[in-house]
């Protein structure tokens, strides 16, 4: 079965600090991966996509990482801001564009 | 932004009552989604659409319908709400398909209480 599993589920830490989410999928091989970010009370809005092939890819202080080895992505949040308490949602894309399936999301919350 | 609205914003109704959620795009996307999210669950597909009048199932396409009549608008309708179905619907819209890396743009969302 297709799946995206995120973790953690949750996640507090302090204003400024770095963080790492990551997604595990068994999706292989896959269109691509997008990365989400949904503020409480909206959609969500793409940050990232990155084919099978890339390894990185970076967003100002997003930066998106892919190892098809381990089949796992990690978005990593540099120096973070209180605007980046967010759900952050990974998304991967069947071959052929069939299907999209999305992860549960990882909830963070930026304290200062 | 991506010219999306979604109306209602919030909707509380009671159980065997018909509900009609729209989705209005300015952006001329051919692609339109339903989707609803449910606490401990990813976003899930209710319906699509390709092109006005064309539409198919998703995922979780029980006890909902869609009509798409211009490019614009798109139509979610749940015959008879059941609590089940108490959920936040989001639309969303792209340009091309998943395959062409089609990134979705989403509305947004609409929450709906079923009683």
């Known amino acids: 079965k297709n799946q995206v599993e995120q973790s953690p589920q949750s996640l507090i830490i302090l204003e400024g600090k770095n963080c790492t989410l990551q997604c595990n999928y068994t999706v292989s091989p896959f269109s691509n991966l997008r990365w989400y970010k949904q503020d409480t009370g909206r959609g969500p809005v793409s940050l990232t996509i990155m084919t099978f092939s890339e390894n990185t890819k970076s967003n100002g202080r997003y930066t998106a990482t892919l190892d098809a080895d381990t089949k796992q992505s990690s978005l990593h949040i540099t120096a973070s801001q209180l605007s980046d308490s967010a759900s952050y949602i990974c998304v991967v894309t069947l071959p052929a564009g069939t299907a999209l399936i999305f992860g549960k999301g990882t909830t963070l919350s930026v304290s200062s | 932004d991506a010219g999306i609205t979604q109306s209602p914003r919030h909707k509380v109704t009671e159980t065997g009552t018909p509900v009609t959620l729209r989705c209005h795009q300015t952006?001329?996307?051919?692609?339109m989604y339903w989707y609803r999210q449910d606490p401990g669950h990813g976003l899930r597909l209710i319906h699509y659409?390709?092109?006005?009048?064309?539409?198919d199932k998703g995922e979780v396409s029980d006890g909902y319908s869609v009509s798409r009549s211009k490019t614009e608008d798109f139509l979610l309708t749940l015959e008879s709400a059941t609590s089940s179905q108490t959920s936040v619907y989001f639309c969303a819209i792209s340009r091309d398909t998943f395959a062409n890396t089609g990134e979705l743009f989403f509305g947004e969302g609409s929450r709906l209480t079923v009683l």
């Open positions: 659409s390709y092109g006005v009048k064309d539409t």
């Open positions: 952006e001329n996307h051919r692609y």
